[in-house]
Structure formats: structure tokens, C-alpha cells
């Protein structure tokens, strides 16, 4: 397979290996209303896959508030997800199936994530799976979030990967564009209820669960 072989695995967290996205919308239904905004579900998920300052931001913009600033606000939804995390956090099928895949093949794993580093920690800590990871990265310090590819080009860099040698596993949008933009290959495993959205499409493999992922399927991706 040459220089097609997958060097290193880069996963995201949210809604990838942890089925935290629930808990996010939650957090911001709870928080949200404190400065006048009420979120539908459908509203919180227009900002999936996105930085929690970036979604603050966002409805900042359409629907300015006096009082809390922007950055108590994300403060404080990211302590609500964590409390969820810990109280109620659960790993997705197939999570420790993917990890352990690469594991066993001495390929290295990071995580490249939208979510602050202490949300990282209580994540990989809470549900044991940090010893996986050689690399945990948060899009958090980044200039710019997903779908811009810098936190995973500074992964890949981590790794001492070429960014064609690595593989994202993803479930948002803004993250397949992110990964694509990289130049990395890119598995996309899309929310059940946007499996169908035709852009998933521009991944290079789309699966229903990260329990779909086996030797075949690393081998359709080196083959390109």
C-alpha cells in the first residue's frame, strides 16, 4: 500500500466516542434562558461539532444580552457538560472496539476536540479510555475551530504524521470539512437523524457506528 498506509487515527469526542451531544443541548437549555434565550433542540444543533465560545458567540449575535459576558456563559455551560459527563456519560458503541483496533496495530490514536481541555480530561478520565490516546488536543487555543483543520494539523504535527497519513473519525459536519481540509482521510459517522444529509457524502467512508469499522474498511481507505 506504499505511501497510502494510515500512519495515525486522530477521533473526535463529541457525539464520536462519547454520547455527550444530549448532555451539550441540556447544558445550554439550562443556561441559555438565564440571558433571555430558549434553544429548541433543532436550534442546538446548528452549532454541533463548534467551540462552545464560538456557539455563545453565535447567539450573542442574533439575540445580543446585557449582564453575563460571553465567556461566563460558555464558563458555564462547560461545567454543567462536565457534571453530566460524570454523572451520566457513556461511551458509544464501537468506541473501545475503534481504539483498541488501532491499538493492536501499533497505529497511534489522538483526540482532536472542539471541547476545552478540562472537558477532555473529565471525558477520557470518567470513561477510562485516556490510556488509547498518545495525543489530546482541544481546538479550544486554536484561532479558529472546526471546520477550519488547524487543531487537526497541529495533531497530525503532535504525531509526527504527515497529514495524509492520518485518518479522522468524525460525526459532525464542521468536523468531515475540518478533516477534509487537512488533507486527511476522513470516516464520517453521522447523527442517525442527518445520516441521510448528501453531504456526508464528501468523507471518504460513512458508517452508521464506529462498530462498522474493521480491516475491510482500513483497507478501502488505503487503497483510496
Not at 460571553?70 to 461545567?79: G, Q, R, S
Request: proline fraction near 7%.
Amino acid at each position: 500500500m506504499g505511501d497510502n498506509r494510515v500512519a495515525a487515527a486522530i477521533f473526535d469526542m463529541d457525539g464520536l466516542l462519547v454520547d455527550s451531544e444530549p448532555l451539550w443541548r441540556r447544558a445550554e437549555q439550562a443556561v441559555f434562558p438565564k440571558v433571555g434565550l430558549r434553544l429548541t433542540d433543532r436550534m442546538c444543533m446548528q452549532t454541533m461539532g463548534t467551540r462552545v465560545d464560538e456557539v455563545v458567540r453565535h447567539w450573542y449575535r442574533r439575540q445580543p444580552w446585557s449582564g453575563p459576558s460571553l465567556e461566563e456563559v460558555a464558563t458555564e455551560i462547560v461545567d454543567r457538560v462536565i457534571a453530566l459527563v460524570h454523572a451520566e456519560g457513556a461511551l458509544l458503541p464501537g468506541a473501545v472496539d475503534a481504539l483498541q483496533f488501532f491499538a493492536t496495530r501499533r497505529i497511534p490514536c489522538a483526540l482532536a476536540s472542539s471541547s476545552s481541555p478540562r472537558l477532555i480530561d473529565a471525558v477520557v478520565d470518567s470513561l477510562g479510555i485516556r490510556r488509547f490516546f498518545s495525543v489530546l488536543l482541544s481546538a479550544e487555543d486554536e484561532p479558529l475551530g472546526k471546520p477550519h483543520p488547524g487543531v487537526f494539523l497541529r495533531t497530525a504535527a503532535a504525531l509526527h504524521v504527515e497529514p495524509p497519513g492520518c485518518v479522522v473519525f468524525e460525526d459532525s459536519f464542521a468536523g468531515m470539512i475540518a478533516g477534509l481540509a487537512a488533507r486527511m482521510r476522513v470516516v464520517v459517522v453521522p447523527d442517525p437523524q442527518h445520516f441521510a444529509d448528501p453531504r456526508f457524502g464528501a468523507a471518504h467512508l460513512k458508517l452508521r457506528s464506529l462498530e462498522e469499522f474493521d480491516e475491510r474498511r482500513l483497507e478501502e481507505l488505503e487503497r483510496g
